[in-house]
């Protein structure tokens, strides 16, 4: 009798332990470690909707030597940066852990349509992937960021390592090419400058400058030269009547 008591005894462990087993594996297969995992090289267009612009569409579109970037009807250079940080940021996401999986939950994650930055990123015209991103936050302890992540078609949030709420929920000048100017000093061999209808011409000759009325102070220069390596603007004139045609501005920063 003791025997088959103790038969049953072992056979009752063995049942709870096999479906604790067979529970723990179902609740790890359903939990993605790789949330989103893209080759980069084969997208062409991404949608963003940042928090920032209050949901807004941005669309940001690979062209044959540059990344484009359009909201509404302006179309401009994308910051390549910019773009590059995003499509770093598309290869490979994983999850840290479920933060949560009901959609009562959603807003205290800001993952709602409403309160985050959808992204939508195509390959041609097949959705790749649709997901939200939501709130940050930051461990000053551990000097690490957090940030809160959605699939639209999905319930549960997601909470990944890094920066991903800041990189895709910046507004639309944040993405644009603000370069006016950028050259390499060293490749120029002759300056114009035209100043109320008079013209000064500088004209190098091997390692010196030259001007109309003789020597160029080479500090005074120097500075100069310097100063026209990368020239940034800082606002952009979208009504601006000379440029109505998108178009046209747009052949012009191509």
């Known amino acids: 009798m003791k025997n088959k008591t103790l038969v049953l005894i072992f056979l009752t462990l063995l049942v709870v332990f096999l479906a604790s087993q067979f529970a723990f594996e179902k609740k790890t297969r359903t939990f993605k470690t790789e949330l989103i995992q893209l080759d980069t090289t084969t997208i062409t267009t991404i949608l963003l909707y940042p928090k920032s612009d209050n949901q807004a569409e941005i669309l940001l579109k690979k062209e044959k030597k540059f990344w484009a970037i359009s909201k509404g009807n302006v179309t401009n250079k994308a910051n390549q940066e910019a773009v590059t940080s995003i499509l770093r940021n598309l290869s490979l996401i994983k999850t840290k852990r479920v933060a949560a999986k009901s959609p009562d939950k959603w807003a205290d994650y ?117 100063g026209l390596q990368q020239v940034v603007g800082n606002a952009f004139a979208d009504d601006f009547e000379n440029f109505q045609s998108n178009d046209l501005l747009y052949k012009t920063l191509a």
């Open 110 to 226: 800001d993952v709602e349509e409403t309160s985050g930055s959808r992204v939508k990123v195509y390959a041609g015209d097949k959705l790749l992937e649709d997901f939200i991103v939501g709130r940050f936050n930051f461990n000053q302890q551990t000097q690490q960021g957090v940030s809160y992540i959605r699939l639209v078609d999905g319930d549960e949030v997601y909470a990944i390592d890094g920066f991903l709420s800041m990189t895709m929920g910046q507004g639309f000048e944040a993405y644009r090419n603000k370069d006016i100017l950028k050259i390499n000093k060293n490749n120029l061999m002759q300056i114009s400058i035209n100043t109320l209808g008079a013209t000064t011409t500088l004209k190098k000759n091997g390692n010196t400058w030259t001007q109309d009325s003789g020597p160029v102070d080479s500090t005074t220069l120097s500075n100069y030269l310097y």
